[in-house]
């Protein structure tokens, strides 16, 4: 599965989109100086800043893709009855067609899907193993009273393995969990496709098999989290053995016939600004569902979101899965990648299906971890560059619930994750100078403490300041 040499003598060839633009949104550039001010002010959180001083934004993919003419104007088609509304069924029917499920319950956004998951399945004292951790999935894991157990691979761990399928689950540790707390003790095995915190990294076909088998013989349910489903497919159809010559609506379908359920955001793959949905195949599961997501979102036929907002996701759910347009997504990346990777710039490998990630640990190496590199990084990456990317570190981790001690993840990543449809290669090749800029002033840049930390969720509004008088020292 290591295959170093082999990546580095292929010639990058680009892939074009399959599309033109019909409407753009301006941007502007803003000055250095500009730049500074808005940082102190947003205390070094790149969530804090106001998005119209940012240039090219990379915080996320989510929700910031640009739909296509034929999503908007399904909008206009959107059924806005309260119950049973056609856009439901539309959505229904493109769920039930592509992943393959029976039931489907729509949600405002994935998080939504994961809390009545979690709160249906879990019993506080259960454990959830999972393939590393997405922050929102984990956070209702625990709240509904389960121990998260990481159960990946110890390649996932590692920015510099090639490991072709980082999101593979070491079946090994997933036994020893089994033996150790006993398998009604665990409600669900919780698998992520194309794992976000680890760098956008697949699982393989072979691995998801065989997954299954060894749920199925301890009766242990597979959930997976669908939010980046068509960019693992896309790297089995590249990477394993026997997918060349399958679309990736077949291997999407394959990936999810060894599942019995997913919650996924459509505000990634599924090309749409707002939405999620749970659909599974237990009838059990779907009634419980169904009456508990009245109280918290609203009818089953409509999960808190507009009809409107059903019609284009039902559509965007047939986009996702052409050919042509996985490829030319995963190919931008991958452009954008190979720009660094020729500038010596520490990466995450294999490169990420939906951004890539800096390796602030060997970036910054006067850093220690308690100071929040990556951190630092983001921040000091935005001041250079006018680019927005996100810390996927300590920060992120965030605390151990019971012990209250941060959690010291391994990866201390800042993140670029590149909105679908959005940006040309002419912005990735701004974002890849920005990005070698910093890199040859990286001694200059100091260490963050941080001012204030919310309960929840911390990355998101947490406030830092400089250990020093300045970010980066002139
Ligand atoms: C974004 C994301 C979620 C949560 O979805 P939201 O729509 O942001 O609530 C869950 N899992 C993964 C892998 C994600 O990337």
């Excluded at 500009?34 to 969530?47: G, L, P, Q, V, W």
């Excluded at 793959?269 to 009634?287: H, K, M, P, Q, S």
């Excluded at 979102?297 to 759910?317: F, K, N, P, Q, S």
């Excluded at 308690?370 to 000091?380: E, I, N, R, S």
């Amino acid at each position: 599965m290591e295959n170093d040499g082999n990546q580095k003598k292929k010639k990058f060839k680009v892939i074009p989109p399959p599309y033109r633009i019909k409407m753009v949104e301006r941007i502007e550039m803003t000055t250095k100086e500009i730049r500074e001010k808005a940082m102190e002010k947003a205390s070094y959180n790149t969530f804090l800043l106001p998005a119209d001083l940012v240039y090219i934004d990379l915080l996320t993919d989510s929700g910031t893709t640009a739909m296509s003419s034929n999503q908007w104007s399904r909008m206009m088609l959107g059924d806005e009855a309260y119950a049973g509304s056609k856009s439901f069924d539309r959505l229904d029917g493109a769920v039930k067609e592509i992943y393959g499920y029976k039931y489907v319950v729509p949600t405002h956004q994935g998080r939504a899907a994961e809390h009545l998951m979690s709160r249906i399945l879990i019993k506080p004292g259960d454990y959830v193993p999972n393939n590393m951790y997405f922050t929102t999935r984990r956070a209702h894991q625990e709240m509904a009273g389960a121990t998260w157990i990481d159960v990946s691979i110890d390649q996932a761990h590692e920015p510099t393995s090639n490991h072709q399928f980082k999101g593979d689950i070491d079946l090994k540790k997933l036994k020893t969990l089994i033996d150790e707390v006993g398998a009604e003790k665990i409600p669900y095995m919780s698998i992520e496709a194309n794992i976000n915190m680890g760098g956008g990294q697949p699982f393989s076909m072979r691995n998801l098999k065989a997954l299954k088998i060894l749920c199925d013989k301890h009766q242990i349910p597979v959930m997976l989290d669908g939010t980046r489903l068509v960019e693992n497919a896309y790297f089995i159809q590249q990477r394993e053995m026997g997918y060349k010559v399958k679309s990736i609506k077949k291997i999407v379908k394959e990936i999810c016939s060894y599942t019995n359920g997913a919650t996924v955001s459509g505000k990634k793959d599924a090309l749409v600004n707002i939405g999620g949905f749970l659909a599974c195949n237990d009838e059990d599961l779907f009634t419980e569902v169904k009456s508990l997501v009245v109280v918290f979102e609203g009818l089953h036929t409509y999960g808190g979101l507009a009809g409107r907002d059903l019609e284009a996701m039902a559509c965007g759910i047939h986009e996702m899965v052409d050919d042509n347009h996985i490829a030319a997504r995963v190919n931008q990346i991958e452009y954008l990648g190979n720009k660094l990777l020729e500038a010596n710039v520490p990466i995450v490998k294999p490169i990420g299906g939906h951004g890539i990630f800096l390796d602030a640990k060997r970036f910054l190496p006067h850093i220690p971890q308690k100071y929040y590199p990556a951190q630092a990084l983001t921040a000091a990456l935005y001041i250079v560059s006018g680019v927005r990317g996100m810390e996927r570190g300590i920060v992120s981790a965030g605390r151990d619930p019971e012990t209250r001690e941060e959690r010291k993840p391994k990866l201390e990543l800042v993140r670029l994750a590149v909105p679908r449809r959005a940006y040309t290669n002419t912005h990735m090749d701004v974002v890849a100078e920005g990005i070698i800029e910093l890199h040859n002033i990286r001694k200059k840049i100091s260490g963050l403490k941080m001012t204030f930390e919310p309960k929840q969720l911390r990355f998101f509004q947490a406030q830092f300041k400089p250990l020093k008088n300045e970010l980066i020292q002139k």
